[in-house]
């Protein structure tokens, strides 16, 4: 197994100490993923690429590794090699051929070739020799130097000649760790979770402060999609998860402030929250999911008025993008599902919200709101690591537990349709569901009450937490499958 990554062009044209730190993060970035799951895997750098490389064939080893360089901050690209020793003209095109051969009939092709190392060739003759003789074979319409049907990757280092097989396209964007450390206020909605993501990409590590407005469901929900942007995109580095009980500054906001100005305060409460969190973790900055006039509170003038309440610089990735082409990055990194099951808690609903708040107007209605409310929910928020999260969800119901699928019950597989497309559960006889953890809220009401249902996840976790809380909800019809448990 060997992969060839090529870098984000950014990175390339970085100063030479500045590309070799990036380079060094991203290697290092790797190497952490990948430690202690695969023994015997490698990964190299050098000036321009990153190799990774393994001994001998494993189906399964070789397509995590290339979900993982997919979907890993900093590879613009990444390519399956396989290595072979130089020989002659003739050698090379009988090696080509089981690769190439039959794709050539009836279309154009060029073969490409990238060379170092002294030989008695340079690239020019070495692809049209190789490629001469492949298009004698094959019956090839013609070779096509620009926009071919059919581009043949070679790359010859002294005596070894790889051959490019395929390239998948990267995430782009820099190493994780190569920026400062950001604090994303997440919501579980489209904007805040894209948001997150594309601070991500940038390199940023993304620590995720959430407001409790909804209860137990809502941080469920919150902490799954959380939990999944980190474990795709950003898992080379621990992060944490701040919870801030919201629910008593909502209550004092709807008693006290006049309903025009409730939007704007409660965004500056929040703001005021998120800096100290920020504070105490030594955080450079904060992100949002604010649009420009998506809402009423995100208005030019009302943005001004919310920010005045810190000194800390507050990032806006989608400020002016459309919630369509939200929705779509949304949809492309796989959290659109999450946000179109969340609840929305909007916390407050203003029946004629200001669109132009004044200072003066939103200081005096502040002037009212007792803010021991604000600082007892600041000192009572929950810091957790975002890896460690899911372990410590107290004060739910026990629900049973089953290492063997029962007589007469339906298995629920509650992963994420990608785990299930990539790893088809295997139950035998027993008959199994589909219902995606962030859809089981509201769907489950749905199934036959009669039925007893097992919720199944790969580690258990997501399966027992929200067994645990639908029963809290009073269903009583429903277990864990947790296969291999005693």
Known sequence: MHFVIKLFPEIIIKSPPVRKRF???LRDNLRRMLKGRYAGVQVLSQWDK???VAEGADAERDAFISRLLANTPGVANFSHVSTHPLGSYDEMADLLWPMYGESLKDRSFCLRVKRSGKHEFNSSEFERE????????????????????????LDIRGQVLSVLESTVQGLGGFPLGTQDSVLSLISGGFDSTVASYMAIKRGLRTHYCFFNLG????????????????????ASHRVKFITVPFEDVVAEILTKVDNSQMGVVLKRMMLRAATEVAQSWKVEAMVTGEAVAQVSSQTLTNLSVIDSVTDMLTLRP???????AIIDVARAIGTEEFAANMPEYCGVISVKPTTRAKPERIEYEESKFDFAVLDAAIAGRREENIDQMMDDWIDLPSVEVFSAPQPGAVILDIRHPDEVERKPLDAGATDIERVPF???????????????????????????LHAEL?????????????????
């Open 23 to 25: 380079i060094k993060q």
């Open 50 to 52: 990153i190799e990774v």
């Open 130 to 153: 190789v490629g001469g003789r492949l298009f004698q074979r094959s019956g090839a319409s013609k070779v096509q130097l620009k926009g071919a049907d059919v581009e043949i990757r």
């Open 215 to 234: 209860g137990r469901a809502h941080e469920l929900g919150v902490k799954e999609v959380a939990w999944y942007l980190w474990d795709k995109y950003g």
């Open 318 to 324: 989608l400020v002016t993008m459309d919630k369509n």
């Open 438 to 464: 962030y859809a089981l809220q509201n769907s489950y009401k749905k199934l036959d009450p009669s039925q007893h249902y097992l919720l199944y996840c790969d580690k258990g976790v997501m399966s027992q």
């Open 470 to 486: 639908l029963k809290d909800q009073g269903f009583d019809n429903l277990a864990v499958y947790r296969p291999g448990t005693p």
